[in-house]
């Protein structure tokens, strides 16, 4: 089990989180991977995860894989302009996974890797804006229940773009 923060955690930080986790989400269930569960309950050295299924090895489940890395960080800035200073809600982990995937898809030079990240980034903003109720209902959700199972958050997902 996961150690928690012993730090308090600021209302700022929990609602960034909650976006955070919200994109990771929408990103997730976008690509047709699994969701399991997600929360802002403070473990280890963050305040929030989402656990994501993605089947399969090789390309196409690596660039499932970082899409849901930066979908994250993504919302996050979407929703507040910026990322946070203080990365408790784990941009910075999510971004150096990216970075690890884009190596293992072949992208070894810095200039070609960072054209594919923002290009990516473009493409995940945009998937991002289409599903963007999507993303306000699991973070609501996530601030007002702290946790839920992926099964509760695919069931939010799909009534937030139905409405």
Not at 79 to 89: P, Q, V, Y
Not at 110 to 133: T, V, Y
């Amino acid at each position: 089990m996961a150690k928690r923060i012993a730090v308090k955690v600021t209302r700022r930080q929990r609602r960034r989180a909650a976006y955070h986790e919200a994109g990771h989400a929408v990103i997730c269930r976008a690509r047709g991977c699994a969701l399991r569960r997600m929360t802002i309950v403070p473990e280890g050295d963050t305040i929030g995860y989402t656990v994501a299924g993605t089947r399969g090895r090789g390309r196409r489940a690596d660039r499932k894989r970082v899409a849901i890395a930066l979908g994250g960080v993504v919302a996050e800035t979407m929703a507040f302009g910026r990322l946070s200073d203080d990365d408790i809600d784990g941009a910075r982990t999510d971004l150096a996974n990216a970075h690890r995937l884009f190596r293992r898809l072949g992208f070894k030079k810095r200039p070609a890797m960072k054209r594919e990240c923002d290009r990516l980034c473009f493409r995940i903003c945009d998937e991002l804006e289409a599903r963007w109720p999507a993303v306000e209902a699991i973070a609501s959700e996530l601030l007002e229940r702290e946790h839920f199972s992926g099964k509760e958050a695919r069931r939010i997902i799909r009534e937030a773009l139905a409405a």
